[in-house]
């Protein structure tokens, strides 16, 4: 049997009267990608806040390859492998679609500023395979011919491709290896980030 990545047993969030998601329990095997449907309102996005560390479980558990990481800060969860896109596209518009995707984890570089500054070779070489990984990502998300396209320019389906790539940069996710396959981005619904208040 394949390993179960995430696991969420019994996910249950209550706001005052509200209950959203009730008693939610799924989880996901290595090489899977499913989708998540439900009515507006059903808890979701609620249910990707919960997993992210941005809400925590009033009852139920989740656990990401066996361990649970409920009460987990959300770098820690996001270092373990779990990233995520919003509803709301979240691209930097002047940035081509290659710039977007590794946004945000120069922090993980091990040079300096001075290395940086004065573009020492180690620089160069995390630049280079910082790069590598950006393109094999697109590549993967079928994305890689608009590299070099603001992202401003790219069509509203297009502008998923990069954030999924960006997300998978981040966590340092084995995307390409571990779906086997190519991803259709945006499929939570036709509707999926269409409503601005969505996250
Ligand atoms: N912080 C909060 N405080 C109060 N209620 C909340 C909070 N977060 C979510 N909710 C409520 O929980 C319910 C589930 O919302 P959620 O956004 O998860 O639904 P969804 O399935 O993603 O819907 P949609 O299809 O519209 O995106 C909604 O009724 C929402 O108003
Ligand atoms: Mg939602």
């Known amino acids: 049997m394949s390993e179960r990545i995430p696991e969420i047993d019994n996910l249950t969030l209550r706001f005052g009267g509200l209950t959203a998601p009730d008693d939610v329990s799924l989880h996901i095997n290595e090489g899977e990608i499913p989708g998540l449907i439900g009515p507006n309102g059903a808890g979701k996005t609620t249910c990707f806040n919960a997993v992210t560390g941005v809400y925590r479980p009033t009852s139920g558990d989740i656990k990401f390859r066996g361990s649970s990481i409920v ?5 820690q969860i996001t270092q373990n492998g779990i990233a995520r896109t919003f509803q709301n596209i979240r691209l930097f518009p002047t940035m081509t679609a290659l710039e977007n995707v590794p946004v945000g984890t120069d922090a993980r570089h091990r040079t300096g500023m001075l290395t940086a500054l004065f573009r020492l070779p180690r620089h160069r070489r995390e630049e280079q395979e910082g790069h590598d990984r950006a393109m094999e990502l697109l590549r993967f998300m079928g994305i890689h011919r ?3 396209e603001l992202a401003a320019n790219l069509s509203y389906g297009d502008q998923r491709r990069p954030e999924i790539a960006r997300d998978g940069h981040g966590a340092q996710a084995d995307l390409p290896r571990r779906a086997g396959g190519r991803v259709q981005p945006g499929r939570e619904g036709p509707a ?8």
């Open 71 to 75: 009460g987990m800060k959300k770098h």
């Open 146 to 148: 608009k590299a070099d």
């Open 192 to 199: 999926h980030g269409a409503h601005p208040q969505g996250a």
